[in-house]
């Protein structure tokens, strides 16, 4: 008790409530889509299920600093915000602007999934998967925004 905590512990705290964040974001989003799409949406089923999978990817991660694993995580991050702009779209729930980002974003997420080259921009820490999760990451503020805009 009362030990300090060193970098790896700062690095596992803050992932840890990164991925905390995202679970609420994933919650909000999902009621906000399903209660235009309706009970047995599949868009926003999908899109739930793929930010899962991402939220449990970027814990393992964080927690065994593996970069060639957050590399793995762009197709899941990409079938979260593909399903969540058709939803989006298709059902007016948020405004467009998200659902037409959304699409772009997604399509960023598939080069950053093949970015497993030694070094250089297609490295896991290279600028294209660097990019893609920056875009993500707006992405997700974007939606957030549009969704406070849009009280139930």
């Known amino acids: 008790m009362g030990a300090a905590v060193d970098g790896d512990g700062g690095r596992l705290v803050l992932g840890g409530a990164a991925v905390t964040s995202f679970a609420v974001f994933l919650g909000v989003l999902r009621a906000v889509l399903r209660r235009k799409e309706g009970e047995a949406g599949a868009l926003s089923a999908t899109a739930v299920i793929a930010g899962s999978v991402v939220a449990a990817g970027a814990l393992v991660a964080v927690a065994l600093d593996l970069p060639e694993a957050r590399v793995a995580l762009a197709f899941p991050t990409a079938a979260l915000v593909l399903a969540s702009s058709a ?35 297609f490295s896991p820490d290279g600028m294209v998967p660097t990019v893609a999760r920056v875009a993500f990451l707006g992405w997700i503020a974007l939606a957030s925004v549009t969704i406070l805009r849009h009280p139930s």
């Open 87 to 121: 939803a989006i779209l298709w059902t007016g729930a948020l405004d467009r602007i998200a659902g037409y980002s959304g699409f772009a974003v997604a399509l960023l997420q598939l080069p950053a999934g093949a970015s497993v080259a030694a070094e250089g921009a």
